[in-house]
């Protein structure tokens, strides 16, 4: 069965350091997305992307927050300077249709601890 | 802008017992999707409902859409191990750049032997 990828599994980074997490979505899937989890929370969506194009970004802090795609095909998530608060699952989805008619198919996240 | 709310936060059930998991939506949905993410895992797609008073059946599991499509429910008869996790459902945000899909908070099933 198709799965999108997700590396690293885990990070441990340090107050004001850069971290990135790459994600690999369903071989075919134009519609990719960025969510954070924050432990007993559902998902939020931080970014969408459709092929190589940012759909909607709203939600991304992007003072500290970026997002890339560059191919239409893997894509990476950055976060520099990391601060405490961004603890948390980072997942990455991607769907058939921008209309996720099919549903998401999420990666097994990147689970980040700021200390 | 556009909640998706869930009750109960948390369910603890005897294994065989009943369990309903509800959301409300403040808005109409097109549509409402289902996903059950086991302890430690990610999210995993169950289902889509699409119509108006809309049932599906999943062996033990059963989706309902509420004839305003404002609400759904989950129920899972007679509970296993297996259905422990945490259950979310997701109606979908509408922008003029996009479409994605918004989480509750989820409900979170614990079954005990």
């Known amino acids: 069965e198709a799965e999108v990828a997700q590396s690293p599994r885990y990070k441990i980074t340090e107050k004001s350091q850069a971290v990135a997490f790459w994600c690999d979505p369903i071989?075919?899937?134009?519609?990719l997305y960025w969510y954070r989890q924050i432990l007993g929370q559902g998902p939020e969506l931080l970014v969408q992307?459709?092929?190589?194009?940012?759909?909607?970004d709203s939600q991304l802090p992007k003072d500290r927050f970026s997002a890339e795609r560059l191919k239409g095909v893997d894509s990476t998530l950055k976060i520099q300077p990391a601060e405490l608060g961004d603890s948390a699952m980072y997942l990455c989805?991607?769907?058939?249709?921008?209309?996720?008619?099919?549903?998401?198919?999420f990666g097994s996240g990147t689970r980040l601890t700021v200390v | 802008g556009q909640q998706v709310m869930q009750i109960p936060q948390y369910q603890h059930v005897q294994e065989g017992e009943d369990f309903t998991t509800y959301c409300n939506s403040s808005?109409?949905?097109?549509?409402i999707q289902w996903y059950k993410q086991r302890p430690g895992g990610h999210p995993v797609f169950l289902i889509q409902?699409?119509?108006?008073?809309e049932v599906k059946k999943q062996k033990r599991l059963t989706f309902q859409f509420g004839e305003a499509k404002k609400n759904s429910s989950l129920h899972i008869t007679a509970t296993q191990t297996t259905d422990v996790g945490t259950y979310f459902c997701?109606?979908?945000?509408?922008?003029?750049?996009?479409?994605?899909?918004?989480f509750g908070k989820g409900t979170s099933l614990l079954v005990t032997p």
């Open positions: 989805a991607s769907s058939f249709t921008g209309y996720g008619g099919l549903g998401y198919t």
């Open positions: 071989s075919g899937h134009a519609t």
């Open positions: 992307f459709q092929d190589e194009s940012v759909v909607d």
């Open positions: 808005t109409t949905l097109s549509n």
């Open positions: 409902l699409v119509k108006s008073g």
């Open positions: 997701a109606g979908p945000i509408v922008s003029n750049s996009g479409y994605a899909l918004n």
